[in-house]
């Protein structure tokens, strides 16, 4: 396993994006990300970062399974130092951009999969 964490709440703004077909992203960061940026975030517990995510990798977000298909120049490194990346679920083979992770799943992570206490994970 290369990253797991559990989420520890969201900010108001933070599943709006989620809930927009055309966008379909979360943004997440450590529990300790400031508020201006929790607000707009899937907040979860801070953890280290035990191997680089790569393309080809299987996350787990909430119990649902999805392939990692591309990653920003900037994703692994801000995931290890702020627990922080956009999470986007579109399935592309480049980002959209240098934060992002891209992922592909056979079911869509859903606005209610979102609960505290549910993980997220690199393997």
């Known amino acids: 396993m290369k990253y797991h964490s559990k989420i520890t709440g969201w900010g108001n703004d933070a599943l709006f994006f989620l809930e927009d077909p055309e966008a ?3 943004i ?3 529990e300790d990300a400031p508020p201006e940026l929790a607000d707009i975030s899937v907040l979860h ?32 490194s801000t995931l290890r130092d702020l627990g922080h990346c956009t999470l986007v679920f579109k399935g592309a083979s480049e980002p959209d951009r240098p934060g992002c992770i891209m ?17 997220i994970e690199i393997h």
């Open 24 to 26: 379909n992203f979360i």
């Open 28 to 30: 997440i960061f450590n």
């Open 45 to 76: 517990t801070k953890e280290p970062l035990l191997g680089e995510p790569a393309v080809g990798d299987m996350a787990i977000i909430a119990d649902k399974v999805f392939t990692i298909t591309a990653i920003g120049d900037e994703a692994k």
């Open 103 to 119: 992922l592909e799943g056979d079911e869509n992570l859903l606005v209610a999969d979102i609960q505290k206490g549910a993980t």
